[in-house]
């Protein structure tokens, strides 16, 4: 039987809960792999990706920080990884040497919405952050024909490089039915009952204190907060503590890394796994 070499990359990588989900998916699909979390410093990145594949390796997640540089050893790229010009998968064509860079970041987090009944389409979504986890997200949602999506940043001058980053999403074409804006903009020209509906927390602001966010966000009793952090110990983050003052609707990350981990999972194997995972047994050691 085949056992498939994997692994994620990453530093720090102590924590990952990638080996643990993994493994969970291996034994529910009863596929033999090999999956262990490497500490790779960036200055061993690019020879540690081609060794690792040179002997044997299927596949690797990969982690912050090399989610950009990773792509320096790609052989081919997604739509979606040329959108972002980052990846978080990688995987290996035995028959053609090359190595493919996925993201399943997007389609991770939109599967979770998908599953937790929170609308997308026509849905005024806010953004908070323009990092990479920002831009990860981006092209799946607008896939998915939002209204609009808002991005608000602590430094306002990043918003304006996503926004160019995206300026095909931005396009105001009718079929391109998703503006791209920032919140100052959204804030100017919406109507009164233009809320938003959905805030993204992507940044890691109020891991050093409590959350808060200085803007205006035109939420409502009925807007969703969903954080893209999650935290071991229960299932609130400092964005999630902030948020339940104005909302019940409140969720974190675990169902996106759950669904992410999936997709990386079927590009290496062909398999599918179920995503209805006890979380509690991703936390047990
Ligand atoms: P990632 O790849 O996880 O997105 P990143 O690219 O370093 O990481 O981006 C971190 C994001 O969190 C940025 O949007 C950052 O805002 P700045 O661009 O102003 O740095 C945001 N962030 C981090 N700490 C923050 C804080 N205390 N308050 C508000 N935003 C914060």
């Known amino acids: 039987m085949k056992s498939y070499k994997l692994g994620v990359i990453g530093n720090p990588i102590e924590h ?16 033999q792999i090999d999956y262990q979390a490497y ?22 997640n990969v982690t912050v920080p090399h989610k950009i540089n990773c792509l320096n050893v790609a052989d081919e790229y997604s739509t979606d ?11 290996f064509n035995k ?52 209204a ?14 996503v926004l160019d980053r995206f300026s095909l999403v931005k396009s105001d074409e009718p079929s391109t039915r998703a503006q791209l804006t ?3 903009n959204f804030s100017k020209h919406r109507s009164l009952t233009d809320n938003i509906n959905l805030v993204i927390n992507t940044t ?19 807007t969703i907060f969903y954080d893209l952090s999650y935290n071991k110990i229960d299932s609130s983050t400092p964005f999630l503590s902030w948020a339940s003052q104005y909302s019940d609707q409140c969720h974190n990350g675990i169902g996106m890394l759950i669904n992410q981990a999936a ?3 079927e590009l290496w194997t062909g398999i599918k796994p179920d995503i209805n995972i006890d979380e509690n047994e991703i936390f047990n050691e």
Do not use: C
Request: aromatic share 8%.
């Open 148 to 161: 609009s999506i808002v991005l608000d940043n602590r430094t306002q001058e990043k918003i304006q490089t």
């Open 182 to 184: 920032d919140l100052k």
């Open 39 to 60: 500490k790779v410093d960036g200055s061993d990145l690019e020879l540690f990706i081609e060794d690792f594949f040179k002997s044997g390796g299927d596949g690797l």
């Open 16 to 31: 990952s809960l990638s080996p643990k989900i993994h493994s969970i998916f291996a034994k529910q699909t009863n596929i």
């Open 95 to 146: 028959s053609t040497n090359k190595i493919y860079a996925h993201t399943t970041d997007g389609a991770g987090f939109v599967a979770d919405a998908i599953k937790k009944d929170i609308s997308i389409f026509d849905a005024n979504i806010l953004i908070l952050g323009a990092g990479g986890a920002a831009q990860s997200i981006i092209p799946m949602i607008h896939a998915k024909h939002p």
């Open 81 to 91: 990884v040329k959108a972002i010009g980052a990846a978080n998968t990688l995987s």
């Open 263 to 265: 997709l990386s999972f």
């Open 204 to 222: 890691s602001a109020g891991f050093d204190g409590p959350f808060s966010w200085n803007e205006d966000i035109f939420t409502t009793k009925d």
